[in-house]
């Protein structure tokens, strides 16, 4: 049986009061296997992703803080260099054929894990 353990909203401020317009929500939910998920719910961010609405990570068990840094680097920061890395070392791109799961172990090498 899974659980959610953590939501965060990811947004900005609403000029108007004190809450928050998000634009994606990250959760971690936990079970047989812990995932970190992200859901865009802005539709001009799906549009520039080409589509993509949602995307999961499945994280290692002996490096799951480094794996959470790096799906935010990847999935919510877009950082340009982290999504080159990973395109590369997992040989497709989001521009023609959008990433929408990363499973750690079986995805990379020991190796390319390493150098992420």
């Given at each position: 049986m899974a659980?959610?353990?953590?939501?965060?909203?990811?947004?900005?401020?609403h000029p108007n009061d004190g809450g928050n317009r998000?634009?994606?929500?990250?959760?971690?939910?936990?079970?047989?296997?812990?995932s970190f998920n992200l859901e865009w719910r802005?539709?001009?961010i799906q549009r520039e992703l080409g589509g993509l609405r949602?995307?999961?990570m499945i994280p290692t068990v002996e490096d799951t803080l480094h794996d959470c840094l790096?799906?935010?680097?990847?999935?919510?920061?877009?950082?340009p260099?982290?999504?080159?890395a990973i395109e590369s070392a997992r040989?497709?791109?989001?521009?023609?054929?959008p990433i929408r799961r990363l499973e750690m172990y079986d995805d990379f090498a020991?190796?390319?894990?390493g150098l992420l």
């Amino acid at each position: 049986m899974a659980s959610v353990s953590a939501v965060v909203l990811i947004g900005r401020g609403h000029p108007n009061d004190g809450g928050n317009r998000h634009f994606a929500v990250v959760s971690l939910e936990e079970g047989s296997r812990p995932s970190f998920n992200l859901e865009w719910r802005s539709p001009s961010i799906q549009r520039e992703l080409g589509g993509l609405r949602s995307f999961t990570m499945i994280p290692t068990v002996e490096d799951t803080l480094h794996d959470c840094l790096l799906y935010v680097a990847f999935a919510v920061a877009r950082v340009p260099e982290v999504v080159t890395a990973i395109e590369s070392a997992r040989g497709n791109g989001l521009a023609g054929h959008p990433i929408r799961r990363l499973e750690m172990y079986d995805d990379f090498a020991p190796r390319d894990r390493g150098l992420l």
